[in-house]
T-cell receptor, first 117, second 114 residues
Framework: AQSVTQPDIHITVSEGASLELRCNYS??????LFWYVQSPGQGLQLLLK??????LVQGIKGFEAEFKRSQSSFNLRKPSVHWSDAAEYFC???????????????FGQGTILTVHP | KAGVTQTPRYLIKTRGQQVTLSCSPI?????VSWYQQTPGQGLQFLFE???????NKGNFPGRFSGRQFSNSRSEMNVSTLELGDSALYLC?????????????FGPGTRLTVT
């Protein structure tokens, strides 16, 4: 079945350490891929997106993600985490050809990031 | 410019009642999508409206319905509420259809069914 998987439910890092959040998808082609962040009591904010082309994409707040077709992965990274990055992170995909799902994004289960001072 | 607005922010209803949630998109946005977020099932797509027409629907029972008005504002309705309908309901708006257009999410309506 077509799906998006985030293997890590909870990750804890120290402030200043590097971060990598994992995301895998199951789909016959290359989907449109997204990373969102959700802070408590807030909606989702888009960090970055990948449609095609350069497999390393830059986003807001110093985040980047790398698309790897061979591994069906789209992992999110940040070289140095700040305490304000503590939140829940969601990987999402449009699992229709050409991003034509008409609003329907399929989300992973989310990864909660805790940052220790 | 103003973001996506959802009202009310919090709601408590009793099992068997019905509820209507409202979403005002960003000015100029014509597409509105709705999602249900629960701890167990995560974020699940409910439906999407564009130009007052439902263009896509997720796998939810017919108790969940929605509509969009000519000003792009959208409402969703849940009839005969069940305990399992307790969730955060998020709406998102975008300029156009298709994932090429970024979806901007509102803060959500927290529905509790007792």
């Amino acid at each position: 079945a077509q799906s998006v998987t985030q293997p890590d439910i909870h990750i804890t890092v120290s402030e200043g350490a590097s971060l990598e959040l994992r995301c895998n998808y199951s789909y016959g082609a290359t989907p449109y891929l997204f990373w969102y962040v959700q802070s408590p009591g807030q909606g989702l904010q888009l960090l970055l997106k990948y449609f095609s082309g350069d497999t390393l994409v830059q986003g807001i707040k110093g985040f980047e993600a790398e698309f790897k077709r061979s591994q069906s992965s789209f992992n999110l990274r940040k070289p140095s985490v700040h305490w304000s990055d503590a939140a829940e992170y969601f990987c999402a995909a449009d699992l229709e050809a050409g991003g034509t799902s008409y609003g329907k994004l399929t989300f992973g289960q989310g990864t909660i990031l805790t940052v220790h001072p | 410019k103003a973001g996506v607005t959802q009202t009310p922010r919090y709601l408590i209803k009793t099992r068997g009642q019905q509820v209507t949630l409202s979403c005002s998109p960003i000015s100029g946005h014509r597409s509105v999508s709705w999602y249900q977020q629960t701890p167990g099932q995560g974020l699940q797509f409910l439906f999407e409206y564009f130009s007052e027409t439902q263009r896509n629907k997720g796998n939810f029972p017919g108790r969940f319905s929605g509509r969009q008005f000519s000003n792009s504002r959208s409402e969703m309705n849940v009839s005969t509420l069940e305990l399992g309908d307790s969730a955060l309901y998020l709406c998102a708006s975008s300029l156009g259809q298709g994932s090429f257009y970024e979806q901007y999410f509102g803060p959500g309506t927290r529905l509790t069914v007792t």
